[in-house]
């Protein structure tokens, strides 16, 4: 079993930053793909970034250039450094671990941490 908890949320004002971390533990380890997702009042839940175990990344297009994916394997940790926060980046965001193996996938969430952008 995987827990994530993340943790960095909060209100901050349209072109400024935050830095999300999520700390998984349990039988997390390198060998997971780990992930932002976020969803927006009345919206579906959509990715952000994700990291592979080999530290490949890639990043929703709404996001790209303003966002940076990073992980501590030694610390079982994902950040997520948000820059030039816009307003339509508020939501909800998820911690997503995922671990691939032959026919089946397995996927873990964490509860979510809020961040509002607004002047």
């Known amino acids: 079993q995987v827990q994530l908890v993340e943790s960095g949320g909060g209100s901050v004002q349209p072109g400024g930053s935050l830095r999300l971390s999520c700390t998984a533990s349990?039988?997390?380890?390198?060998?997971?793909?780990m992930g932002w997702y976020r969803q927006a009042p009345g919206k579906q839940r959509e990715s952000v970034a994700t990291i592979t175990s080999g530290g490949s990344s890639n990043y929703g297009d709404s996001v790209k250039g303003r966002f940076t994916i990073s992980r501590d394997n030694a610390k079982n940790m994902v950040y997520l450094q948000m820059n030039s926060l816009k307003p339509e980046d508020t939501a909800i965001y998820y911690c997503n671990a995922k671990l691939y193996r032959i026919g089946v996938t397995y996927v873990y969430w964490g509860q979510g941490t809020e961040v509002t952008v607004s002047s």
């Open positions: 349990g039988t997390v380890n390198s060998a997971y793909e």
